[in-house]
């Protein structure tokens, strides 16, 4: 009988089965055996044992990321009898799910740290958690939402072996994230010839080649600050869906295909009679209850008549940041910024929950 | 926000998970209280919040004020 292959998985409040947003801020909880897309790993492979799983909030773990992902291990370690130990843990897969991407990978940085198991993830490539942590954790490429969770977990079932037993990975076939570590090889040819040879085809109009893609670092340099704000119109933008009651433009709850405009010179606060949260990923109760807990006019309002900030602009940019694409948010960004500037609002603040 | 920042707006960025927006390249970042309430609390009372909505939006304000180099988390 083949060994089996058994697993301590990690799953947020939702995957785990103890609600959604209303509950992310839930501690680790253990159950024993396999819950929710865990019994999905035992299904597909028969020679794979989930020995227990951890739920726990994407609040509770995100907002204290480093030090709440060490605390999970050492629950985890509480949980295990040191003579039956995992061959393997596994967090998620976390889709493009920016909280439970971030606490899944820092989970997986600190049990390579400190404990002997390998572990892994899987994640959108566009997750924010891939930048900050591709070098140190393992991370299967997953699809953008849960449409992908029987690809996703095949994935982490290949790797998840491969890491067990200590078989190299190569990015490429085996579906994960590149991690940026250099493996030396002998080249049939040397450097200088392969050189010589890309140019060549080069020249014949075949661009494109090259052995070492670039790293993109998308940054940018800070705009200069306003010195003196009591003379200047600020503008406010929200990623937190904060809108008008009733959803005029019908802002979608994630994948948001747009952003409104709306006006703010009839409020002198917000309240849940004038406007409500549409954003789906997070628990919208205490932004329906008082909207200035997003979107804090009535504080600003205070503060242009106290003379600390000239004026507002009467207009403010909404949309929903949940699962947004990086490609419409620089275009949602181009589009409020030209409106911004053309209203001669000189700084702005901007609100995410 | 970066592409606020690019058209020369210097842009606060009030959110809870710090660790994102610093990935995301944001400049001029001020911690909020948490994510379903980034700028309230609702365990404490109206007066409590507003003090604490005022002092996060002064950050804010602060941060738009100040001139960076580089990220900076204004706690």
């Known amino acids: 009988m083949t060994k089996k292959l058994r697993i301590v998985h990690c799953l947020n409040q939702f995957f785990g089965g103890m609600g959604g947003e209303e509950a992310a801020g839930i501690e680790p909880h253990w159950f024993e055996g396999a819950k929710g897309p865990g019994q999905l790993f035992e299904n597909l492979s028969p020679d794979v044992k989930v020995i227990g799983t951890v739920v726990v909030g994407d609040n509770y773990m995100a907002e204290n990321v480093g030090e709440r992902a060490a605390q999970l291990v050492t629950f985890i370690k509480q949980q295990l009898d040191l003579d039956h130990m995992p061959d393997l843990v596994v967090a998620g897969p976390a889709f493009n799910a920016g909280r439970y991407g971030l606490w899944c990978a820092a989970l997986c940085q600190v049990i390579e740290e400190e404990l002997e198991i390998p572990s892994l993830t899987a994640v959108y490539p566009e997750n924010p958690a891939v930048e900050s942590y591709r070098q140190s954790v393992c991370m299967v490429k997953s699809t953008s939402d849960v449409m992908g969770m029987q690809s996703a977990v095949k994935g982490m079932l290949n790797v998840g072996r491969k890491l067990a037993t200590g078989v190299e990975l190569s990015p490429p076939e085996d579906g994960t994230i590149p991690r940026g570590i250099r493996q030396n090889y002998l080249a049939a040819e040397t450097g200088a010839k392969r050189?010589?040879?890309?140019?060549?085809?080069?020249?014949?109009?075949?661009?494109?080649?090259?052995?070492?893609?670039?790293?993109?670092?998308?940054?940018?340099?800070?705009?200069?600050?306003?010195?003196?704000?009591?003379?200047?119109?600020?503008?406010?933008?929200?990623?937190?869906?904060?809108?008008?009651?009733?959803?005029?433009?019908?802002?979608?709850?994630?994948?948001?295909?747009?952003?409104?405009?709306?006006?703010?010179?009839?409020?002198?606060?917000?309240?849940?009679?004038?406007?409500?949260?549409?954003?789906?990923?997070?628990?919208?109760?205490?932004?329906?209850?008082?909207?200035?807990?997003?979107?804090?006019?009535?504080?600003?309002?205070?503060?242009?008549?106290?003379?600390?900030?000239?004026?507002?602009?009467?207009?403010?940019?909404?949309?929903?940041?949940?699962?947004?694409?990086?490609?419409?948010?620089?275009?949602?960004?181009?589009?409020?910024?030209?409106?911004?500037?053309?209203?001669?609002?000189?700084?702005?603040?901007?609100?995410?929950? | 926000?970066?592409?606020?920042?690019?058209?020369?707006?210097?842009?606060?960025?009030?959110?809870?998970?710090?660790?994102?927006?610093?990935?995301?390249?944001?400049?001029?970042?001020?911690?909020?209280?948490?994510?379903?309430?980034?700028?309230?609390?609702?365990?404490?009372?109206?007066?409590?919040?507003?003090?604490?909505?005022?002092?996060?939006?002064?950050?804010a304000l602060h941060a738009l004020e100040t001139d960076i180099e580089d990220q900076k988390v204004f706690e």
């Open chain 1, 195 to 353: 050189a010589v040879g890309m140019l060549l085809r080069k020249l014949e109009g075949c661009d494109g080649e090259t052995e070492y893609p670039m790293p993109t670092f998308d940054r940018v340099a800070p705009a200069p600050a306003i010195p003196d704000l009591s003379k200047a119109m600020v503008a406010l933008v929200t990623s937190g869906g904060i809108v008008p009651r009733g959803n005029p433009d019908r802002i979608e709850a994630a994948s948001a295909s747009t952003f409104g405009e709306y006006p703010l010179n009839e409020f002198s606060t917000l309240s849940s009679d004038s406007h409500q949260s549409v954003h789906g990923g997070y628990d919208p109760t205490y932004a329906n209850e008082d909207p200035n807990r997003i979107l804090p006019l009535d504080v600003l309002r205070e503060l242009v008549v106290e003379g600390r900030v000239g004026r507002l602009l009467e207009i403010y940019y909404a949309t929903v940041g949940n699962a947004t694409s990086v490609k419409r948010a620089q275009r949602f960004g181009k589009d409020i910024a030209a409106k911004i500037v053309n209203e001669g609002a000189l700084a702005v603040i901007l609100t995410s929950t």
């Open chain 2, 1 to 59: 926000m970066k592409e606020l920042e690019r058209a020369g707006l210097p842009t606060a960025h009030i959110c809870t998970i710090v660790p994102i927006s610093k990935t995301v390249g944001a400049n001029r970042i001020v911690p909020a209280v948490a994510i379903p309430h980034p700028l309230g609390d609702p365990n404490k009372t109206l007066q409590q919040e507003k003090a604490i909505r005022r002092q996060v939006v002064e950050k």
